[in-house]
T-cell receptor, first 114, second 113 residues
Framework: NAGVTQTPKFRVLKTGQSMTLLCAQD?????MYWYRQDPGMGLRLIHY???????AKGEVPDGYNVSRLKKQNFLLGLESAAPSQTSVYFC?????????????FGDGTRLSIL | AQSVTQLGSHVSVSEGALVLLRCNYS??????LFWYVQYPNQGLQLLLK??????LVKGINGFEAEFKKSETSFHLTKPSAHMSDAAEYFC???????????FGKGTTLSVSS
């Protein structure tokens, strides 16, 4: 079982460059999430989606865009990368609402912006 | 608004000793609480969850947590630590809409032999 797969696993960018992080899940989950993890900060929600074609802002959405054109994929875009976006990015998915449905996480994308 | 606070960013125990990781929550409604574990260079894995069915919740790998409404706490315990328990642990609470989890800042558990 693949579960949640994130691509790429590592990336180094220069300030101002753009890139897209891909998240794919094979569990037929409705909900998908993008988080960033920084030392001492825990995980902070960037954007999330409650179904195909829907997206919503989380706690720290500035500088990021997302798309959910297919149920199994959730893309995170950085239009003009900044050093403050250096982080580890995690994608997660869940069958339904977070009241009683656990989130399943990918292994992360480590992004450095110089 | 919902929030969780993890007390202690780093906890060190000896192998075989009791593990106690502290989490306090703030919620205006009955909370849905979770503990996740993160091993190095991996994503988070669910340890256990509280959804009001029982105050003592048993999870994987011998961990359990007790929901105490009077203390607004959901502390994670394990009677006897193993070296393999060394990891980072996150407490989380669901937001009111059920659309996101709000995570604490994490506690790193170190286990020495």
């Amino acid at each position: 079982n693949a579960g949640v797969t994130q691509t790429p696993k590592f990336r180094v960018l220069k300030t101002g460059q753009s890139m897209t992080l891909l998240c794919a899940q094979d569990m037929n989950h409705e909900y998908m999430y993008w988080y960033r993890q920084d030392p001492g900060m825990g995980l902070r929600l960037i954007h999330y989606s409650v179904g195909e074609g829907t997206t919503a802002k989380g706690e720290v959405p500035d500088g990021y865009n997302v798309s959910r054109l297919k149920k199994q994929n959730f893309l995170l875009g950085l239009e003009s990368a900044a050093p403050s976006q250096t982080s580890v990015y995690f994608c997660a998915s869940s069958y339904g609402q977070t009241f009683n449905q656990p989130q399943h996480f990918g292994d992360g994308t480590r992004l450095s912006i110089l | 608004a919902q929030s969780v606070t993890q007390l202690g960013s780093h906890v060190s125990v000896s192998e075989g000793a009791l593990v106690l990781l502290r989490c306090n929550y703030s919620s205006s409604v009955p909370p849905y609480l979770f503990w996740y574990v993160q091993y190095p260079n991996q994503g988070l894995q669910l340890l256990l969850k509280y959804t009001s069915a029982a105050t003592l919740v048993k999870g994987i790998n011998g961990f359990e947590a007790e929901f105490k409404k009077s203390e607004t706490s959901f502390h994670l315990t394990k009677p006897s630590a193993h070296m393999s328990d060394a990891a980072e642990y996150f407490c989380a609470v669901s937001n009111q809409a059920g659309t996101a989890l709000i995570f604490g800042k994490g506690t790193t558990l170190s286990v020495s032999s």
